[in-house]
């Protein structure tokens, strides 16, 4: 049986995938993120990150409580481009 | 195009018990509130839980989260001096103090004097084969499915997980019609109330303890579960799996707080895995190392419900205060209120929580 563990569900990231980054040198969360895009979905890390924070802890021996979070940038959510564009107040009704 | 940014005293974030809390506690005090909250209905999770509360009395004991939910909001929304907004998401909290808010497919700006992030946590999942498979929800989700709006996830189902929330989810189930084939749960022991959990072996439901789930089994949706036994590493212990069929599987295994915001505000964090991972750094009222910026409920560390409304309110009360609110009153209900909270996390029961606050509080 072919194992397709998921760890990112938004990126469609594999735990064999995140393993392999790891052993190829990966040892933050942010460098996962950049090379696997992990975390940079709609859900923002809230379903991967516990996972491959363990993973890394795992695999690097290092304690759970030292490994930096990731940067949290706005938004923290998924906004649409549309709403972002047309940002605030149009000049004609300020 | 001009960004308008508006000025308001208190701004809560999260709509849920300690949000609701938090809001009532400093409008009673005098200040003007602004509480935002994503979704489109206050009352956040304890409007699907429709369980009865344990504790004394005055921590709500035996009444059921979704009447809570009711009251608070009912108070809120009436509330002269707390202006309620629903459906709004605040997605940033930039440096200047200032929060971003998206609002029906627009933003907007808020500049609050003091905030209260009381923004809840996401539920953890966990790593085996075929977890992607349709079928496979979270605790909450199933919660909100069954609850919120009446509709089962399938007809057989594996929980994972024997802490509070995986067996009442599962009570909750049996009661609205599935059949349960078991509660696994990685640890030696059952973590959930001995009351509910002898609820549910009563209905006939083995809970496997140090057992996990190896894989799903299915091609296009669940089909099955295989469970097996761990030893102390979490290793597989061969010749204990079993096959089970069930076309649906439950994961109850924790939850993250929500941090992004206090993040991004410049809180300070700590890796505290008795709280659920990562939290602020507070003091006893609730106040983070960034002056002005307060947590409460589970962002700062998941507890139960009961735990979030005195938080928020201790937060709210001490947000009032500090804009010059409640002179007089402020000591009195800050003691009650400290005292309702200290009872509810004593005993053995609040062990967990005691040791991980002792590494989260600061002053």
């Known amino acids: 049986m072919e194992d397709k563990t998921i760890i990112c569900r938004c990126e469609d990231v594999t735990l064999e995938e995140i393993r392999k980054a790891i052993a190829e040198g990966a040892r933050t969360l942010d460098e996962i993120k950049r090379l696997k895009r992990c975390g940079m979905g709609p859900c923002q890390g809230r379903t991967c990150r516990p996972l491959i924070a363990g993973e890394i802890a795992r695999m690097t021996g290092q304690n759970p409580a030292e490994l930096a979070l990731p940067t949290f940038r706005p938004p923290v959510v998924p906004l649409k481009l549309g709403t972002l564009a047309r940002g605030g107040v149009p000049d004609e009704q300020a | ?363």
Request: charged letters at 15%; proline letters at 4%.
């Open chain 2, 1 to 363: 195009m001009r960004q308008e940014i508006s000025f308001v005293e208190i701004a809560v974030i999260g709509g849920g018990p300690a949000g609701l809390c938090a809001a009532l506690e400093a409008a009673n005090a005098g200040a003007r509130v602004t509480l935002l909250d994503r979704q489109d209905r206050l009352g956040g999770q304890l409007i699907k839980q429709t369980h009865r509360f344990f504790g004394s009395q005055s921590h709500r004991a035996s009444e059921r989260g979704i009447n809570i939910a009711a009251e608070l909001t009912g108070q809120v929304m009436s509330h002269p001096h707390i202006e309620a907004l629903t459906g709004a998401t605040v997605f940033g909290f930039y440096e200047d103090g200032v929060l971003g808010v998206e609002r029906e497919g627009k933003i907007f700006f808020i500049k609050p004097a003091r905030v209260i992030v009381a923004t809840g946590a996401a539920e953890k999942t966990l790593a085996f084969p075929n977890n992607d498979l349709p079928g496979i929800y979270g605790a909450g989700a199933v919660q909100t499915l069954v609850n919120v709006y009446g509709v089962l996830p399938g007809k057989r189902v594996l929980m994972v997980g024997a802490g509070n929330i995986g067996v009442i989810v599962t009570y909750q189930l049996l009661q609205a019609g599935m059949e349960v084939a078991a509660i696994v749960e990685a640890a030696p022991k059952i973590g959930a109330y001995w009351v509910h959990a002898a609820k549910v072996r009563r209905a006939g439901v083995p809970i496997y303890t140090s057992h996990t789930i190896g894989r799903a089994c299915g091609t296009r949706q669940v089909e099955g579960a295989v469970i097996w036994q761990i030893d102390e590493q979490g290793q597989p212990v061969p010749g204990t799996e079993k096959d089970l069929v069930v076309d649906t599987i439950c994961l109850s295994v924790g939850l993250s707080p929500l941090v992004e915001l206090l993040a991004q505000a410049g809180c300070r964090l700590v890796y505290v895995p008795q709280l659920g991972g990562h939290v602020p750094l507070r003091d006893a009222s609730l106040q983070t190392t960034v002056p002005g910026v307060y947590v409460a409920g589970d962002a700062a560390g998941v507890e139960e419900a009961s735990a979030a409304m005195m938080e928020g309110a201790l937060a709210g009360l001490h947000a009032a205060y500090s804009l010059g609110y409640n002179q007089t009153g402020y000591e009195a209900r800050r003691a009650e209120l400290q005292q309702q909270l200290d009872s509810l996390r004593s005993g053995p029961v609040g062990e967990k929580i005691r040791s991980g606050l002792s590494r989260a509080m600061i002053g």
